[in-house]
């Protein structure tokens, strides 16, 4: 097996004291991210991004940069979950799931069980997803050697349709969001002409719109904002986790083995397809509920209702690296900002990477199951002084996270100018997480706008302006009949909704 | 229940939001057609994409337009006492930044952050002063050591930083 020697080379790059030590430190600072209110998965890596610039000048220093961010993200996913058992707030968007059951757990005074239980299944769907990634990424990666503009189009279109198709809100939000961050992004100098776009003789608009400011504005600042409406306070469930419990719990989760494929499954699912992790939580706690035999009692504080988002939670945000790594398309946010991170170190995210840059590739997945393993240990001996951090009163805390926002926006460009979009950024982010308009479409966007663009316009050249060359053969067909499905995916469920409507009176009499 | 003054409905806010993507959509399509929405002689101009881009924006606010103005909640947007509290934070945020970097007299990050820390920690923990120095300069020299020193990542400064040999 091709890919056993592979991942062997990557765990010899990974397994070195130097990036065992950037693992750790990467895990732990994810975690604080992630039980942070304000910051986390997305705008935590964007404003951290920065410190890897000199490291990754220096030889093998871009697998080591992204094995420190890789590992936030996986701290930021761990730590999610702490604040929804203990505080009942949701650390992240993927955690909203796991308060469900997670905190009725620790009301009842099984806050011990919860967590562990929440950590493993985030552990085993991890797990699952690098499984995933390590036989599939090679596979996906050499049949997309032979992609031209069109494909690679017709995979934008794929991403940005399946946002509409899955979006729970109004397609209308989600399309005005995402269309938004294509015009944002281009914003500047044309590629192509060399023509300003949209810069109005403002010399600051030159260098266009970077994501990375939107990440830490829209994520960051605009959370910030929303928790204030909640008050400044956070009332919270004492952690106890002694090894016992943890023993304890481990032996009763085998049972739930079903729930948790299941989740994994999913997860993984809508990982690679970009869904995300949040709504994979919430749809494996659905499936859990409706297929447990406990179904009636969750929300009352079982087990089985932290294992299912959980596990789906982490599988979804794993396996979103997959198309992130093969094609260059991120299925996530913070998907997008490791892939901005590959960029600004000079590599190019796409096929090739796997070619010309093997070592990278498989340190990368090396690290993460190295990194996870890490992460399970440090979460499970460390959770008294995580949750300690949301007992810092919130006239520090706050502060401190908006300096370390602006310090971030900073560091991007070392520009000034980008301190005050973020907070411009801010606002907008609170305005439109008020008003149900998806942020991480407008974020895709802007991050592949450039590209979906070049690639429409070399198709566009290709075909002299035919539009045609989207349906000339079998792949590029198959891609863009899935994207115009998905897009109109709202208008089809309502039509079947119609059909089975008339017939519902029947089924409820049976 | 106590009835909280209220800063405009949902529903007035939709329209609001739905109104500016609208400009903001005309703005794209009036720049595209500036530049050539066309196919020129060499292939798509530099506004070709973007003119569709601008279409959708407008064709999708439209639609979130009549959408709000059908069916927007009434319901209380954001209440005062909530928008007091954002505003706490927003407008000493605002003042923090252009402390950092301004025409006039820029002061660097580290001072700024200082300021900005112990004035919330000062009016809303009510905090005292000794506390309150622990705390910036212990958050500070933790900043200074993690970005100049470990990650050499500078950071804007000011005059006293410069006083002490820092540029």
Known sequence: MQEIQNLLGGFAVALSWFNLMLMLAGIVLGVIIGVLPGLGGANGVAILLPLTFSMAQQPGGATSAIILLSCIYWGALFGGAITSILFNIPGEPWSVATTFDGYPLGQKGRAGAALTAAFTSSFVGALVAVLLITFLSPIVARFALRFGPPEYFSVYLLTFCAFVGMSKGSPFKTIASMMMGFALAAVGIDTVTGQLRMTFGFEVLLKGFDFLIAVIGLFGIGEILLTLEEGLEFKGTQAKLNMRVVLETWKELPRYWKTSIRSAAVGCMMGIVPGGA????????????????????????????????????????????????????????????????????????????????????????????????????????????????????????????????????????????????????????????????????????????????????????????????????????????????????????????????????????? | MQQEKAVGSVRLWEVVVAVLFLIFGAIVVWDSRRLGAQWGSDGPQAGYFPFYIGVFICVASAMNLIQGIAKGSRDAFVEWGQLRLILIVLVPTLVYVALIDNPWYSLGIYVPSMVFIAFFMRFLGKYGWAKIAAVTLGTMVAFFVMFEIWFKVPLPKGPIEAAFGFA
């Open chain 1, 278 to 510: 949040t709504p994979a939580s919430f749809m494996s706690y659905g499936l859990a509920k409706k297929m447990s035999r406990d179904g009636a009692k969750f929300g009352t504080g079982m087990v089985e209702g932290v294992v299912a988002p959980e596990t789906a939670a982490h599988a979804a945000g794993t396996s979103a690296l997959l198309p992130m790594l093969t094609l260059g398309v991120p299925g996530s946010p913070t998907a997008a900002v490791l892939l901005g991170g590959l960029m600004i170190w000079g590599l190019q995210p796409g096929p090739l990477l796997f070619v010309e840059k093997p070592d990278f590739v498989w340190g990368l997945i090396a690290s993460m199951y190295l990194g996870n393993i890490v992460g399970l240990i440090v979460v499970l001996t460390c959770v008294p002084f995580f949750a300690a951090i949301l007992r810092v009163p919130f006239s520090i805390i706050a502060p401190v996270i908006l300096v370390i926002c602006a310090i971030g926006a900073y560091t991007v460009h070392n520009s000034m100018f980008d301190v005050w979009l973020m907070v411009l950024f801010g606002v907008m982010g609170y305005v439109f997480k008020k008003l149900d308009y998806p942020l991480a479409p407008l974020v895709l966007a802007l991050v592949l706008g450039d590209r979906a663009e070049d690639s429409f316009r070399q198709s566009m050249l290709l075909s002299q302006g035919d539009m045609r060359i989207f349906y000339a053969n079998g792949l590029v067909g198959t891609i863009t009949t899935l994207s115009l499905l998905l897009l109109f995916w709202p208008l089809i469920s309502m039509g079947i909704d119609l059909l089975r409507g008339r017939r519902a009176p029947t089924i409820d009499k049976e």
